[in-house]
């Protein structure tokens, strides 16, 4: 790695037992901070090293080359960039572009701070740069010397990436000294040192997805919050907190192992609950129509994620429960892209806002700004039980290939059930 990675208390990280001998040895002989045991004032010095190994051929074939890059000062590191954050031991036998992550931001720290932080101060050539990069939510720190910025990254990576920045700012918000880095520098500094990619770079890339629709979902979507039916989300397939919880799970473990299957028995359960059931759950027990109205409002006024969880938590129309509550969806939002099967975020949230016959509410993630999604006025237990019975059906005509198999299934004592008590 280029720098010290400072690591969040209470995170989880895997840790190699049996090292390779080649590599071991490599690294004894190249250490990472030259003498320097400790390059942060305070640290202690924890030393447990893995038992070497006899290394084990888990080559992959060596490549003719590797993805273009490019030197440039730390200091000129711009949101967007794809750094060099690790290298691969033996180095020829790396991916394509292994190694390389987008930077989220960056922030630099001055000599004053440099020597509050650092035992050899000296390291940082003058300017700490701290760095924040994806698929990590821990702090990279780098001295201000040329660091590998990829030349022209995967248009299918970059575009996988976007949305990554929000990160995490823990770190950003604890560097009191830290300072914005001056962008236009910066971009200065970029168009005179990024040289034209090589021939063929593009080519290095298999294409990942060909289907038009999601390809122009990945290439051409927006990121961002936007109002979404509630007709239009996935139904839940975990509700691991819910008050009915080992019923939702029984009733699951009665639907058949297939694709689907836990989000038609979450909505099957969905229409056997009364009042009281909905009411013995935590979440149900605010103004959830309330909060979505709130919610729409909030939204609608604009501003960054902060200001709509702020607006929304202070709307006059909502309780103190109720306001947490519609602030959470802007600063911990529903998450869904147009497409996806299940939520990644917010399942209990989105089953109470259908109890309470909320339609619509703020919902985060990949989306095409054209699209536009249809409403339904249905009931939710309506709505539930044309789900579950959809799912029965359609698992009765992929049973098999014959008609036979399907209308013996159709006969058998579950599927009829199920579908008559799904009306």
Partial sequence: MPGPLILHRGNHHRTLRGVPRARAEHDERHPTWGETKSLLRGAALVTEPADPVDAVDTRTPQRDRHAAAFAKPAG????????????RHPSAERGVDEGFSRVLWTAHLAQDAVERILTRPQWAHGRLVAVAYADNLDLLLLPDVDVDVLT????ERVAFDRGTEAVDDIFRRRFEDATEPDETWARAVDARLRPRPPAGEGELYPTLITEPAERALLMEGAEGLRMVPLSALPWPHHLFKCAHADRVKALVDEYPDTDGADRAAHAHAFT???????SACKYHRADWAAIARAAERALAAGGDSTDMADRAGRDPELDDQSSD????????????????????????RACALRAAGALSCPVDGRHLPETAHEATTAAPSAQARAHAAAFWRRYVRELG???LTAARAMRSARVRRRLRELG
Avoid: K, M
């Avoid at 056997?272 to 909905?278: E, K, L, V, Y």
């Avoid at 509550?325 to 209990?348: R, T």
């Fill in 76 to 87: 000129a590191l711009l949101p967007g960039d794809y750094l060099r954050v690790h290298r």
């Fill in 152 to 155: 022209a990254p995967n248009v």
């Fill in 272 to 278: 056997t609950w009364g009042p009281d059931d909905f």
């Fill in 325 to 348: 509550y519609a602030a959470s969806l802007f600063y911990d939002p529903i998450n869904w892209s147009d497409g996806d099967e299940a939520l990644v975020n917010g399942q209990h």
């Fill in 401 to 403: 290939l014959s008609s």
